[in-house]
C-alpha cells in the first residue's frame, strides 16, 4: 500500500512544521495523530497472526535472545531498552516475551510507581538513573521518565514549567548516559482506538486482567486527542538521531513481540558465546546415608488427582 510522501522520512524535524492543534478525533482504526508513520502503520490490514506461527517464530527468537545475554554477560555491555506507548498497546506482553527465557540477574525490569514526596524533591531523572545497568546487564524500562512528557503533562502532575524542562533536558541526559557507555533503545508501541477499546472491554469482562484497569485509563481513553498531541510534542523533542524512537504497530500483539524482538537483536550486535553442550556426571552413590521416611515431610495436598 502506498504511504503518504509525508510520513516516509519520519523525523523531529519534520513535526516542527507542522500545526499541531489541527487533530482531529481519531475514527476507525487510525491514531489521532498527522506528524508520525502511526496513521500510516493502522491503515494496512494484516490478519492477526495465529498462535501456532507464533510460538515457532518465538521459540526461534528466544535462542537468538539467549545468545544476545551472553554476548552482553561477556562483554560488559549495559543495554536499557524503555518500552512506551498507550494504555494497553502490549508493553507488558512484549517486555514479557524477552524475559521469560533470560536470566533474571542479567536481564531485569524496571517498573517504578509514583514518586514518594521525597523523590518529588529530587533531580527529576534521579530515580531512574539508580535503575540503570551495570555491566553485563539489560534493563527494560515499563514506562519510564517519559511519563513526565505523557501521564504527568496531561493530567496536570508536573507544571508546564517542568514539563519544559523536560523536553529540553532529556536529550541531554540521554546523550549523557550513552557517552558513559549505555546502549539506549527507545521504542513506542502504537495502538488504534479501535484495539484498544477491545482490549479494555477484554480486561473489564476477565478478573485476571482486571488489576491491569485503573481509574487513570478511563481518564486517557477521554483525552484520547490530549495524549496524541503530547506524544507528537514529545517525538518532536526527543527523536533525535543519537536516541531515535522506533515504532511498533501493536494491534496484532504476536506480531508485534515478534517485530520487537527482530529490532531489539539487529540493533545490537553480537556473537554466538553459548557455552559448550553440557555432560552430566554421575550421581552419587558411593555414600552409606538412609535418608528420613517420606511421610515425615509435609506435602502439599495433589488436587489434581482427579485430572486427566
Request: glycine fraction near 4%; aromatic fraction near 10%; charged fraction near 30%.
Amino acid at each position: 500500500m502506498a504511504k503518504d510522501k509525508k510520513s516516509k522520512d519520519h523525523s523531529a524535524k519534520s513535526h516542527s512544521k507542522k500545526d499541531k492543534n489541527s487533530l482531529d478525533f481519531p475514527t476507525s482504526a487510525q491514531e489521532s495523530s498527522q506528524f508520525t508513520q502511526e496513521n500510516d502503520q493502522a491503515i494496512a490490514v494484516i490478519p492477526k497472526l495465529s498462535k501456532k506461527t507464533y510460538e515457532k517464530e518465538l521459540a526461534k527468537l528466544e535462542i537468538e535472545l539467549v545468545k544476545l545475554q551472553e554476548w552482553i554477560k561477556q562483554q560488559g555491555l549495559k543495554v536499557v531498552i524503555i518500552f512506551e506507548g498507550r494504555d494497553a498497546a502490549g508493553k507488558g506482553g512484549a517486555i514479557k516475551s524477552i524475559t521469560q527465557c533470560l536470566n533474571p540477574r542479567l536481564c531485569r525490569v524496571v517498573a517504578l510507581g509514583k514518586p514518594s514526596d521525597y523523590e518529588r524533591t529530587q533531580w527529576y531523572f534521579q530515580r531512574y538513573t539508580a535503575q540503570l545497568p551495570a555491566a553485563g546487564e539489560m534493563v527494560l524500562f515499563d514506562r519510564s521518565w517519559y511519563n513526565r512528557a505523557g501521564v504527568e503533562h496531561v493530567m496536570g502532575y508536573c507544571t508546564h514549567e517542568e514539563y519544559v524542562e523536560f523536553l529540553r533536558s532529556c536529550p541531554e541526559f540521554e546523550d549523557m548516559i550513552q557517552r558513559s557507555g549505555i546502549t539506549l533503545i527507545k521504542y513506542w508501541f502504537s495502538v488504534s482506538d479501535n484495539e484498544q477499546e477491545i482490549r479494555f472491554r477484554d480486561r473489564i469482562k476477565d478478573p485476571r486482567k482486571r488489576w491491569k484497569f485503573s481509574p487513570m485509563d478511563l481518564e486517557a481513553r477521554a483525552r484520547w486527542v490530549e495524549y496524541s498531541k503530547a506524544k507528537d510534542d514529545m517525538f518532536n523533542a526527543t527523536d533525535t538521531q543519537l536516541s531515535p524512537w522506533y515504532t511498533i504497530n501493536a494491534d496484532d500483539k504476536r506480531r508485534a513481540r515478534l517485530n520487537c524482538i527482530s529490532h531489539l537483536l539487529a540493533k545490537i550486535p553480537y556473537e554466538d558465546v553459548l557455552p559448550a553442550a553440557i555432560e552430566l556426571p554421575p550421581i552419587q552413590n558411593n555414600m552409606v546415608y538412609v535418608r528420613p521416611p517420606m511421610h515425615l515431610q509435609n506435602f502439599i495436598p495433589d488436587v489434581t488427582g482427579n485430572l486427566r
